[in-house]
């Protein structure tokens, strides 16, 4: 199987448990695999053939931005529920990092990864 990947797309959002992440935009990255079969795009060389990453960029900016949840589980889970809904991909791999997460302490990101499939 392909995949398309679309990596550290960035985002501000308003993401958390605690009361100030609903009204104080962070930062959010995003890292897609989309799995599919690329190989008539291969061959034809049209945009129809695959999945536009700018479609994929804007439909990602448009939850994070525009939705808000407490937890980045249920963030990655509605992305890539809408992925596979709107793109004719067989399964998909969505991480989403939180690197202004309110913890006490040093350190790069919290984050978390799902893969979901087409049935």
């Known amino acids: 199987m392909d995949k398309i ?3 550290g ?12 992440e609903k009204t104080k935009p962070q930062t959010f990255r995003v890292d897609a695999d989309l799995f599919l079969d690329t190989s ?3 061959k034809s060389d049209d945009i129809k053939d695959t999945v536009s990453y700018a479609e994929v960029f804007t439909l990602v900016r448009n939850i994070v931005e525009q939705e ?3 937890l980045l589980e249920a963030l990655a889970e ?9 793109f004719p991909v067989a399964g998909v791999e969505i991480t989403v990092y939180k690197p202004e997460a309110p913890v006490e302490g040093e350190f790069d990101y ?10």
């Open 5 to 7: 990947m679309a990596r």
């Open 9 to 20: 797309m960035t985002f501000k959002g308003c993401h958390g448990v605690m009361a100030f």
């Open 40 to 42: 008539l795009a291969g």
């Open 68 to 70: 808000s949840f407490q």
């Open 78 to 86: 509605n992305i890539a529920a809408a992925i596979l809904f709107r």
């Open 110 to 119: 919290f984050g978390v990864s799902i893969k979901r499939y087409r049935n």
